[in-house]
């Protein structure tokens, strides 16, 4: 198990990613990095979304509303992260599930128009293709319709592990919602990724403490996990936030990077250390895939080989440029517009 047993182990202020891996053993860095097809792989929770804002109510009856702006995207924990890291330049593969339809149709060309690799990617049979509808809100908010689908019927076989597992950086996305991957599955990759020294971060769809019992067996083998408050809080059952990242922490976690909205960001580790980073100044268009992209800004600052100050600002400006516009990662761009939007936008007092 990769964890720091001294201070004098952790990084300075930049670190490549096979350094990165020498914070979590004693052992000497990974070094096999550059043999690995893949920057980051995403698995888990890719779905098609259609959009629409402003919402303040669903009509009654038979009505109809007219609405300002619409947009169809991929989302989900892991559908978004891979487009925003996509998006920075990484080599990413998708790992998860579409049906045998329309949707599915488009989540893979659209895949295919950032240069995400699906070989991975699985057309379910008896599953459509997870699919939301979103009625965003005029604050940002946005309540949805969803039809889980696809991503829980995929399943990653034995003779696929090493492929998915061909990668610098390992992210499972919407732990809760994989059916046939969380009953255990999951926490079989995330250990024999730990096992080759492989890089891994995880999110999660929580609503209740009941949800824990499918999280406990992944943390272990997780060096940054990565909830929102909302979830943190759900998993636990507690309201402060340094109570719950303790209580993360005592799960075996390597570190604990919680978003927290507009109050920006909280990191947590097994050495101790902790700090806060506030979120950019924005107007707020639509928070769906903000934690997604978040993940997605994180592991681009981690492949950029940055301080983890840094990977948690590259996290903040994706989140932040995702909701200036309607839809998962509607503003991201390229990673030059990025660092710009990081250089330049200004950050909540």
Known sequence: ?????????????????????????????????????????????????????????IPPNGDTYFVEDFAIA?????????????????????????GNDLMGDWVLRRYADFGVDTEMMQRCTNFMTSSSIVTTRPDGQRPALHKRGATAG?????????????????????????????????????????????????DVFATTSD?????????????????????AMALSGMSDLEDVCQF????????????????????????????????????????CGCGDAFNAGFATGLHLGRSIEECIRFGQASSAQNAMGLGSQAVVSNLENTIKFMENQPVRS
């Open 248 to 287: 993360l922490l005592d799960q075996g976690v390597g570190a604990v990077v919680m978003t927290l909205g507009a109050n920006g960001a909280m990191y947590r580790d097994q050495q101790g250390r902790k700090f806060d980073v506030p979120a950019f100044q924005i107007d707020v268009v639509c928070t």
């Open 211 to 231: 949800d824990l019992r499918l999280l406990k067996p992944l943390l272990a083998n997780t060096d940054f996990f990565m909830p929102s408050e909302e979830e």
């Open 1 to 57: 198990m990769r964890r720091p047993t001294s201070a004098s182990t952790r990084p300075e202020s930049t670190f490549s990613i096979p350094a990165l891996a020498s914070v979590f053993t004693n052992n000497l860095p990974y070094q096999r990095e550059e043999f690995m097809t893949f920057d980051y792989t995403s698995v888990g929770f890719h779905t098609f979304d259609a959009l629409c804002r402003p919402v303040t109510q």
């Open 154 to 202: 995929f399943y990653v076989d034995d003779e696929q592990v090493d492929r998915v597992l061909d990668t610098k950086i390992f992210h499972i996305g919407g732990v809760g919602l994989m059916d046939a991957m969380d009953k255990g599955r999951n926490a079989e990759l995330l250990r024999e990724a730990q096992n080759r020294e492989i890089v891994t971060t995880l």
């Open 74 to 98: 991929i989302s989900g924990a892991a559908g978004a992260a891979a487009v925003v890291a996509a998006k920075h330049g990484l080599k990413v593969q998708a790992v998860g599930g579409v």
